[in-house]
C-alpha cells in the first residue's frame, strides 16, 4: 500500500487504476478488502473520515492493475480546512490522471443517492472520467426495497454521459455481487 496525502506523493502511472469513491462510512474500505479477498487489506473503521489520503493497492505480480481508496466525503464532523484540502486532492486526482480508468461512486442502498453523490457524479462528468454506481450494505436492505434503489440508481446513471448505465448491488459481508464487480474492475482496466 502507498498513500499520498498530496498530488506530488503520487505512485508512478506505471497500472491501469480503478477508485473507490464515496460518503464517508459508505463501505469503501470494506468492500475493497471483500474484492481482493484480504480482510486487512483496507483499513475499515465505525469512525466516519478515517481515510484522510489517497490509499494505492497494487493488485498481481507482477504489478497489473491499482485500486485506490478515497477519503470519503460529505462527513461533516471533519474540520473545513480538512475537508478543503481533501476535496483539492481528489477532484485533482480524478482530472489529472491519465491511468484512471474508472471511478467505482459507491452509493449506501439503504440511503440511495444523496446530492453529494450527484455533485461528484457531475464533476465526474465534466473531466470525462468513466464511472459505475455501486450499491454497497444490499444485505441491509429488503429485496423489494433493494430493487427501487436499484432502478432509482440506474435512472439516474442513464442522464449521466459519463456513467456505466448498469449499477452492481453488493455486499461485502456476504459476498454479494462481489463476482460481479471484479469483473466490471477487470473489464475496465481493459478498456
Known amino acids: 500500500m502507498k498513500s499520498a496525502p498530496e498530488l506530488k506523493f503520487l505512485p508512478d502511472p506505471d497500472a491501469p487504476e480503478v477508485a473507490f469513491a464515496g460518503r464517508s462510512n459508505v463501505g469503501k474500505s470494506s468492500l475493497l478488502n471483500a474484492l481482493t479477498g484480504r480482510n486487512g487489506l483496507a483499513r475499515t473503521s465505525n469512525t466516519p473520515g478515517r ?7 497494487d493488485v ?3 504489478l497489473q492493475l491499482r485500486l485506490v481508496d478515497m477519503p470519503g466525503y460529505g462527513f461533516a464532523k471533519a474540520p473545513k480546512d480538512l475537508m478543503r484540502r481533501w476535496k483539492y486532492l481528489v477532484n485533482d ?7 484512471l480508468k474508472r471511478v467505482l461512486v459507491l452509493v449506501d442502498s439503504r440511503h440511495g443517492l444523496k446530492d453529494v453523490d450527484r455533485e461528484l ?3 465526474l462528468d465534466k473531466a470525462a472520467v468513466s464511472y459505475r454506481l455501486v450499491l454497497t450494505k444490499a444485505d441491509k436492505v429488503k429485496a423489494t426495497e433493494l430493487a427501487k434503489v436499484r432502478d432509482a440508481t ?10 456505466h448505465p448498469d449499477v452492481i448491488a453488493t455486499s461485502s459481508e456476504k459476498g454479494m455481487g462481489i463476482p460481479e464487480l471484479r469483473a466490471a ?6 478498456a
Open 121 to 123: 457524479m457531475d464533476m
Open 185 to 190: 474492475v477487470l473489464e475496465s482496466t481493459l
Open 51 to 57: 481515510t484522510q489520503e489517497l490509499n494505492f493497492f
Open 60 to 62: 498481481g505480480d507482477p
Open 154 to 163: 440506474s435512472a439516474e446513471a442513464r442522464k449521466h454521459p459519463a456513467a
Open 93 to 99: 486526482f480524478l482530472r489529472g490522471r491519465a491511468v
